[in-house]
Nanobody, 114 residues
């Protein structure tokens, strides 16, 4: 399984962006998909997750500012982020979960400038 993350870039604080993660196979086969991030000097952390039945979870730091969504027809998940803060600067990774294995994408860098 290959996961291709895109949509990162440089954005000003208060701005918005949308990350995309395209999977090489049907995302309906995954029990869950999510976005993680690794901020400089920190461990990788969960940002948002969506399960196969559509349930969503968000980190408290992004709740209310972010929306995770999935397009089963296109095999893509999205992370819409708004009111971005400098603390959101990180490499964002997508992850796909199966019963046997987890798959990671290559990461996309989001830099939020003040």
């Amino acid at each position: 399984v290959q996961l291709q993350a895109s949509g990162g870039g440089l954005v000003q604080a208060g701005g918005s962006l949308r990350l995309s993660c395209a999977a090489s196979r049907s995302i309906s086969s995954f029990s869950a998909m999510g976005w993680y991030r690794q901020r400089p000097g920190n461990q990788r952390e969960l940002v948002a997750q969506i399960t196969s039945d559509g349930s969503r979870d968000y980190a408290s730091s992004v709740k209310g500012r972010s929306t995770i969504a999935r397009d089963n027809a296109k095999n893509i998940i999205y992370l819409q982020m708004s009111s971005l803060k400098t603390d959101d600067t990180a490499v964002y990774y997508c992850k796909a979960v199966t019963l046997r294995l987890d798959y990671w994408g290559q990461g996309t860098l989001v830099t939020v400038s003040s």
